[in-house]
T-cell receptor, first 112, second 119 residues
Framework: DQQVKQNSPSLSVQEGRISILNCDYTNSMFDYFLWYKKYPAEGPTFLISISSIKDKNEDGRFTVFLNKSAKHLSLHIVPSQPGDSAVYFCAASGKGTYKYIFGTGTRLKVLA | DARVTQTPRHKVTEMGQEVTMRCQPILGHNTVFWYRQTMMQGLELLAYFRNRAPLDDSGMPKDRFSAEMPDATLATLKIQPSEPRDSAVYFC?????????????????FGPGTRLTVT
């Protein structure tokens, strides 16, 4: 049973436009959420996170939105750049646990 | 520039052979994780340690996989015997949990992975 789902395996966006990556979760005990970015032949790298006490967190071009009632989070990248082309994983963690549950990833391609 | 290192980066082996993957976590980190990346499952958690003690290895096939931390600078993942379905990229990650039971504000840092091919 996939507790964290990324239903779009891939996404293509024109350079300069907004990229929106989505993630759904099923476990209401999750209270911390993260996005990781992964380039080919490298390990995932941390991008941005959000605690369940917030509904938005912003860091430069990256903003994560959390809708707890819908059990949904999204990552917005504005403006998108070709260097943003990568696989993006969302992850979730519950209170009192150190482990993260990752989604299956969304491959973003930003077209120049 | 502290980073997680993994060896080997690539491993090709025949079915039935033993495979050992090694990980050096970031110095001072107190949690270590092993993940497997496959196309269908994304990043699957296999096992993790806190302060070198195994906390959860429920993601691993117990009959053939084993994970250990012989010391704070080395984590190992062993497959014996290996099978073609074990072919995947295996990642090690480490993190520093500052407060007991709190995941907030804690990040995992990933190594570059070991690409395993079992023929």
């Amino acid at each position: 049973d996939q507790q964290v789902k990324q239903n779009s395996p891939s996404l293509s966006v024109q350079e300069g436009r907004i990229s929106i990556l989505n993630c759904d979760y099923t476990n209401s005990m999750f209270d911390y959420f993260l996005w990781y970015k992964k380039y080919p032949a490298e390990g995932p790298t941390f991008l941005i996170s959000i605690s369940s006490i917030k509904d938005k967190n912003e860091d430069g071009r990256f903003t994560v939105f959390l809708n707890k009632s819908a059990k949904h989070l999204s990552l917005h990248i504005v403006p998108s750049q070709p260097g943003d082309s990568a696989v993006y994983f969302c992850a979730a963690s519950g209170k009192g646990t150190y482990k993260y549950i990752f989604g299956t990833g969304t491959r973003l391609k930003v077209l120049a | 520039d502290a980073r997680v290192t993994q060896t080997p980066r690539h491993k090709v082996t025949e079915m039935g052979q033993e495979v050992t993957m090694r990980c050096q976590p970031i110095l001072g980190h107190n949690t270590v994780f092993w993940y497997r990346q496959t196309m269908m499952q994304g990043l699957e958690l296999l096992a993790y340690f806190r302060n070198r003690a195994p906390l959860d290895d429920s993601g691993m096939p117990k009959d053939r996989f084993s994970a250990e931390m012989p010391d704070a600078t080395l984590a190992t993942l062993k497959i014996q015997p290996s099978e073609p379905r074990d072919s995947a990229v295996y990642f090690c990650a480490s993190g520093l949990v500052r407060s007991k039971g709190l995941a907030v504000g804690y990040e995992q840092y990933f190594g570059p992975g070991t690409r395993l091919t079992v023929t």
